[in-house]
């Protein structure tokens, strides 16, 4: 029990954290995944992205929860990285966190995205992070449902949606 009150406690400082900085800055490395990678310069990226998402998927930040478009959505469909549009998660495996971010169990594949430790806001967290082209997507959590027990904690505005036909 007392496990479980540390994880919604840590939703909840997480939560509170973004919604007090909303743009919260996170270090990033370069991330090295199979397949041909995409590289552009920082102005080459602002070309094509919108000033938050630019700041969200090139600088680490977090979009305010219950704020994105894919917090609540119902659609089926596949989400796709909103830089490169490597697809990313499947709406069969979003569910309702109750943390107002989409939330995955799992990606559409394994090596469609990569992890990296994150330190930042006085916790420790695991950064998911595109495969492709290194777009900062949000966390991962062990505190989803069964059977995969993951999180993953995403920011609406690193996603495009492709509904099935």
């Known amino acids: 029990m007392a496990g479980r009150k540390a994880i919604v406690i840590g939703v909840l400082l997480a939560a509170l954290a973004a919604a007090?900085?909303?743009?919260?800055?996170?270090?990033?490395?370069?991330s090295s995944a199979m397949g041909k990678k995409i590289v552009k310069s920082d102005e080459e990226w602002k070309k094509i992205l919108t000033p938050e998402q630019y700041e969200v998927t090139r600088k680490?930040?977090?979009?305010?929860a219950f704020t994105g478009a894919y917090w609540d959505a119902h659609g089926e469909g596949i989400y796709r990285c909103v830089c490169c549009g490597n697809d990313l998660?499947?709406?069969?495996?979003?569910?309702?966190?109750?943390?107002?971010w989409p939330s995955f169990t799992a990606p559409v594949v394994r090596g469609n995205v990569e992890f990296k430790e994150d330190t930042s806001l006085f916790m420790k967290r695991t950064e998911v992070l595109c495969a492709r082209c290194g777009a900062h997507l949000g966390h991962i959590f062990e505190d989803g449902p069964p059977p995969e027990g993951l999180r993953?904690?995403?920011?609406?505005?690193?996603?495009s949606f492709v509904p099935a036909k």
């Open 152 to 159: 993953y904690c995403i920011n609406s505005v690193a996603l």
């Open 60 to 64: 680490g930040g977090t979009e305010c």
């Open 20 to 30: 007090s900085v909303c743009v919260a800055q996170v270090t990033r490395r370069d």
């Open 89 to 100: 998660f499947d709406s069969r495996k979003k569910f309702n966190s109750g943390t107002g």
